[in-house]
């Protein structure tokens, strides 16, 4: 016996009545939806899905992962809904807003939300930011990060098969060259650490034999690159000279990673706990490389001199 609870604010909806529309706009992750049929197996319906009328029709906001479930279980044909009075712009709004405390949404269906309103539904990004409570400058970045996506990264990560994370490191990839780099983490089942290291060989390979080798066998390719970065002698240069090469090398690759980390991965990544004790260190890092920046200026200028 599947149980429900009920409320006066909710009504109970037959499962063919519920229109799953928007389920586009949010990712499938089969450990949650194991995870999900098992609770209303269990436990039954905690909490009321979230609908809004729309021509008729009962449009899903919040509640897809309940809804699959139950629909795979025998015996369970109706849900508890409560019903939003939202219109189609608000509905998408809805979905990013309902989640944003419990449990925030992937960086990628907030692209799609982003993507729908301003794409689909013709509003500015100055709008869309002040729908979903955001700066311009967020809602650009979650628009750019899927109109850079491949259709075929875009299918597998609709079907749950491409994380999110993944699917994050191919966007730094041009749209023609993604879907060989999605095949061979996929062959190669690899990790979002790894594909990041393959991407970073593939936007700084120069031929197509090297790109070739980097997807044919990726982790060779990120071992030996690994294992290359380094100082060695220079003959032309003196003593100290190679002492600088050797720290400059040391520098250029933490500043590279560390613009990598900032660019395309960055807050979403770290908890709201971090946000203190890494903000200290990150405003030294601005203030003296700025200083370097300034300092390195000046030493070129001093090297061109006779």
């Avoid at 436990?43 to 009962?58: K, T």
């Amino acid at each position: 016996m599947h149980r429900v609870a009920c409320s006066d604010a909710t009504e109970l909806l037959p499962l063919e009545r519920i229109d799953a529309r928007l389920q586009r706009y949010r990712l499938q992750m089969a450990a949650a939806e194991r995870l999900m049929v098992q609770s209303l197996e269990r436990y039954g319906q905690l909490s009321p899905i979230v609908v809004c009328l729309q021509e008729g029709s009962h449009v899903l906001i919040d509640g897809f992962k309940r809804l699959r479930a139950a629909r795979k279980l025998k015996g369970m044909t109706a849900l508890w809904a409560y019903r939003l009075e939202v219109d189609e712009q608000g509905s998408k709004a809805a979905i990013y807003n309902l989640n944003r405390v419990a449990q925030r949404p992937q960086e990628m269906e907030e692209a799609w939300i982003v993507y729908a309103l301003v794409r689909e539904d013709g509003m500015s990004q100055v709008e869309a930011g002040q729908l979903l409570g955001r700066h311009k400058s967020w809602i650009n970045r979650r628009l750019a990060m899927i109109e850079k996506l491949c259709t075929a990264a875009k299918e597998e990560l609709h079907l749950g098969l491409l994380s999110p994370s993944l699917a994050r490191q191919l966007t730094r990839l041009p749209t023609g060259n993604q879907e060989a780099a999605l095949a061979t983490a996929r062959e190669a089942s690899l990790n979002s650490a790894e594909l990041s290291a393959v991407v970073d060989l593939l936007l700084s390979s120069s031929t197509q034999e090297q790109c070739q080798f980097v997807l044919h066998d990726p982790r060779k390719a990120i071992r030996q690159s690994q294992g290359s970065y380094v100082h060695f002698w220079d003959p032309r240069l003196s003593t100290q000279g190679n002492r600088v090469a050797k720290q400059l090398c040391g520098l250029l690759d933490g500043l590279a990673k560390i613009d990598s980390w900032l660019r395309y991965r960055g807050r979403g990544e770290l908890m709201a706990c971090d946000r203190q004790p890494l903000s200290e260190g990150f405003e030294r890092l601005l203030r003296e490389t700025r200083g370097v920046a300034e300092a390195t200026e000046d030493f070129l200028k001093e090297l061109e001199l006779p």
